[in-house]
């Protein structure tokens, strides 16, 4: 077990993760300058299988869900490992174990999902019936919702491997990521980024239009519930406003969960004291069908039930 004044973190060792682990622990050793913070990378599910889709990885592995990348870490966790699991916070699912809580987010990054193409223009220059890779479940309905011509396949690796992909493959008209994942990595998002096979352009997609996931671009701290040390580490660095709009967005999540999978956008913005908040659902299966949609706004300090309202609004 630890001492009092030491803190174990621990993180995924993908690039990304270790960038928002550093960004903790910066923030952790400014609010506590005498604490020993050190850190410990763990390997999860979704690290070591690149080689199919996270749906069939999380199937094959017994792992529901989202869970593929926090498992391990909830495992170091659980055995006192680790005393804080940095996470981001859309790939944990939005109901935890007894023994877990999420005490904190960092500020947000960029919420939108940028697609990445071999020419500048974005959506509006995207070819008729152009090919676009994502392998996310989300991305690929939210975009045949406002383009059907457009034929959506699967994609796995990280960034720079998906880029590259793009730039190399001559079938291959676009990608889909997340606007968070490339800022982090010091990635030039909104422009031009280059490269082995040549030069590549990201454009935004407006996030009121093309609805981001639930807690996209947030990064979240997760400790062992009851521990008052971690608990105190972790919740002197949250950041309230991200931390509302979060809660509203995965009791959305949550609302809608209820068993089977489907495919959820949310976004959630402030207008002085009011959260405004927008929610796409598309139904299961191949067909784009016709999503359910509503737009609601409420006040800021009640995020769950103005989620709660998005909820039932929905048609
Ligand atoms: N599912 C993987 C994942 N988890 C978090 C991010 C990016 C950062 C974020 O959205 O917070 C990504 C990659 C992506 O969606 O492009």
Do not use: W
């Not at 952790?28 to 990885?57: N, Q, W, Y």
């Not at 916070?89 to 109901?95: C, G, M, S």
């Not at 967005?249 to 969960?257: A, C, G, I, K």
């Not at 067909?287 to 039932?312: H, M, Q, T, W, Y």
Request: aromatic share 4%; with cysteine; charged share 25%.
């Amino acid at each position: 077990m630890s001492t009092p004044n030491k803190l174990v973190v621990g993180t995924r060792g993908s690039a990304l993760a270790l960038v928002q682990a550093e960004m903790t622990e910066g923030l952790l050793r400014e609010a506590f300058p005498e604490a020993e913070i050190i850190r410990k990378v763990i390997t999860t599910t979704g690290d070591r299988r690149t080689d199919v889709s996270l749906a069939d990885v999380a199937k094959e592995e017994g792992v529901f869900d989202k869970g593929v990348f926090i498992k391990e870490l909830e495992v170091a966790l659980e055995q006192g490992e680790i005393d804080i699991a940095v996470h981001s916070l859309k790939d944990v699912p939005t109901v935890l174990e007894d023994q877990f809580e999420i005490v904190s987010v960092l500020e947000r990054a960029p919420v939108s999902d940028i697609l990445i193409t071999k020419g500048e223009g974005g959506l509006d220059a995207l070819p008729q019936g152009a090919k676009v890779a994502s392998s996310s479940c989300r991305r690929q309905k939210m975009l045949r919702h406002l383009r059907p011509d457009v034929e959506m396949v699967d994609i796995r690796g990280n960034v720079p491997t998906r880029l590259r992909k793009l730039a190399e493959d001559p079938e291959l008209d676009g990608i889909l990521l997340a606007e968070a994942g490339l800022v982090r990595l010091g990635y030039n998002a909104t422009g031009e980024m280059s490269t082995e096979a040549g030069p590549v352009y990201g454009a935004t997609l407006d996030a009121e239009t093309f609805l981001p996931a639930a807690g996209q671009g947030a990064v979240a701290i997760e400790i062992r519930k009851g521990d008052s040390k971690a608990a105190e580490f972790a919740k002197a660095i949250n950041h309230a406003p991200t931390m509302t709009r979060i809660q509203a967005e995965r009791e959305f999540l949550r609302l809608l969960d209820g068993g089977c999978h489907t495919p959820v956008g949310v976004s959630t913005q402030f207008f002085g004291d009011s959260l405004l908040m927008e929610g796409i659902v598309f139904p299961e299966g191949e067909a784009i069908g016709d999503p359910l949609e509503a737009e609601v706004s409420g006040p800021a300090s009640e995020p769950l039930k103005v989620a709660g309202n998005l909820f039932r609004s929905l048609s």
